[in-house]
């Protein structure tokens, strides 16, 4: 399979716990980007890595959550002390420098927090 | 105010109707545009990129007006297929994806 992964593809946890996601973008995209998903709405910005540099952090983004791409690979999302307010649809992205419209999406870690 | 805002629908549209609908953007920067297609819990796919001469692919056909700042997408002889949430997508300088709350379209037999 040459798209994006994510995994888990669904995550029930207790308010308050740690949770981590994980994207595996296509090989050869340089570019990754993480969105969030609430019922009825579209996809809204989190962060974007290009590499293992991470360039912008939305405001949506609080302390408690973190993000990495060590190496410039994979990436990882940890959401601490989860609210339920958390619960929602994390998708991750990529796409290749230079290619403005090729971005391809993974089909979403579903957090549900209790 | 959102920065991409669509009727969230639904459009109830019968099979080989014609159905159109809009989205609007309020960053005059923007610069791409285009439109995903999302399925009930599925990851967005993209459906096309949106010309400023407009642009048809197949029975799908996309319209920009950047004095209005306005988006359209219009979909004929629609097919049961396509009943799928539409979301408008506005790209400024830089990388971020700026989607639209989605307009859900319905297509029934």
């Known amino acids: 399979d040459t798209g994006v992964s994510q995994n888990p593809r669904h995550k029930i946890t207790k308010r308050g716990q740690n949770v981590t996601f994980r994207c595996d973008p296509i090989?050869?995209?340089?570019?990754l980007y993480w969105y969030r998903q609430t019922l009825g709405q579209g996809p809204e910005f989190l962060t974007y890595?290009?590499?293992?540099?991470?360039?912008?952090k939305s405001r949506l983004l609080s302390d408690r959550f973190s993000a990495e791409r060590p190496k410039g690979s994979f990436s990882t999302l940890e959401i601490q002390r989860t609210e339920q307010g958390d619960s929602a649809m994390y998708l991750c992205a990529s796409r290749d420098q230079g290619v403005d419209y090729g971005y391809t999406f993974g089909s979403g870690t579903r957090l549900t927090v209790v | 105010r959102k920065e991409v805002e669509q009727d969230p629908g639904p459009f109830n549209v019968p099979e080989g109707a014609t159905v159109a609908f809009n989205c609007t953007y309020s960053?005059?920067?923007?610069?791409?545009f285009f439109w995903y297609r999302q399925d009930c819990r599925k990851e967005p796919k993209l459906l096309m990129s949106?010309?400023?001469s407009g642009n048809e692919d197949g029975r799908f056909t996309a319209q920009l007006n950047r004095a209005s700042q306005y988006i359209s997408l219009l979909i004929r002889d629609s097919k049961l297929s396509d009943s799928a949430t539409y979301l408008c997508?506005?790209?400024?300088?830089?990388?971020?994806?700026?989607f639209g709350g989605g307009t859900r379209v319905l297509v029934k037999p």
């Open positions: 997508v506005a790209k400024a300088a830089g990388n971020k994806l700026t």
């Open positions: 960053n005059s920067a923007s610069q791409s």
């Open positions: 949106v010309y400023s």
């Open positions: 090989s050869e995209h340089n570019r």
């Open positions: 890595f290009q590499n293992e540099a991470q360039l912008e």
